[in-house]
């Protein structure tokens, strides 16, 4: 069975960090590109960034670009997403997503609060 | 950015009638490589993630009931609930994932009448 767990959300202050991790299980992670997609409360689906299957090609929203960094550990079978600089509009459930040529597989999310 | 849009914002349906959602993309979703529409429906019940219920524009995912279907292609593309039932209450986004950035529609909530 696939599954895809994400962690690490919480509360932060403004300007602060938080690394999420996704973790992977029921699928050899290296054979997918992964995205991480997030919805604030209340909200709708906004895509985040993408990481490919083997880590060399990272693209993100203009909204996050030079703060947030995804990442991929295959031996793990991980995904990761670094989040620098945070802002009260950064507050949202991020899902992790596995992508088969489409979105097929989505994690429960997590949640993460950016107030002071 | 290509931009999704969907209609209507919300829908009430009594049980066991139709229910249809339109998405509208800003570009064609058509992927030439693979002759198909790069277009997902998905359901979101309340504290839960996506579903995806049809990917391709018309290809239905494993498990879900066949009183969903997708349809269209190039920018226009429609959902169909045949038979609302009481567990379908949620709210429904379509998503193309041509290229990045993915975009999403802002969403129809579907409730019963």
């Known amino acids: 069975e696939v599954k895809l767990v994400e962690s690490g959300g919480g509360l932060v202050q403004p300007g602060g960090s938080l690394r999420l991790s996704c973790a992977a299980s029921?699928?050899?992670?290296?054979?997918?590109?992964m995205h991480w997609v997030r919805q604030a409360p209340g909200k709708g689906l906004v895509w985040v960034s993408r990481i490919n299957a083997d880590g060399s090609s990272t693209i993100y929203a203009d909204s996050v670009k030079g703060r947030f960094t995804i990442s991929r550990d295959n031996a793990k079978n991980t995904l990761y997403l670094q989040m620098n600089s945070l802002r009260a509009e950064d507050t949202a459930v991020y899902f992790c997503i596995r992508s088969s040529g489409y979105p097929d597989y989505w994690g429960q999310g997590t949640l993460v609060t950016v107030a002071s | 950015d290509i931009v999704m849009t969907q209609s209507p914002d919300s829908l009430a349906v009594s049980l066991g009638e139709r229910a249809t959602i339109n998405c509208k993309s800003s570009?064609?979703?058509?992927?030439?490589?693979?002759?198909?529409?790069?277009l997902a429906w998905f359901q979101q019940k309340p504290g839960q993630p996506p579903k995806v219920l049809i990917s391709?524009?018309?290809t239905r995912e494993s498990g879900v009931p066949d009183r969903f279907s997708g349809s269209g292609s190039g920018t226009d593309f429609t959902l169909t609930i045949s038979s609302l039932q009481p567990e379908d209450v949620a709210v429904y986004y379509c998503?193309?994932?041509?290229?990045?950035?993915?975009?999403f529609g802002q969403g129809t909530k579907v409730e019963v009448k």
């Open positions: 998503q193309h994932y041509y290229t990045t950035p993915w975009t």
């Open positions: 570009q064609s979703v058509l992927s030439s490589s693979k002759n198909k529409d790069c």
């Open positions: 029921g699928f050899i992670l290296s054979s997918n590109w």
């Open positions: 391709w524009a018309s």
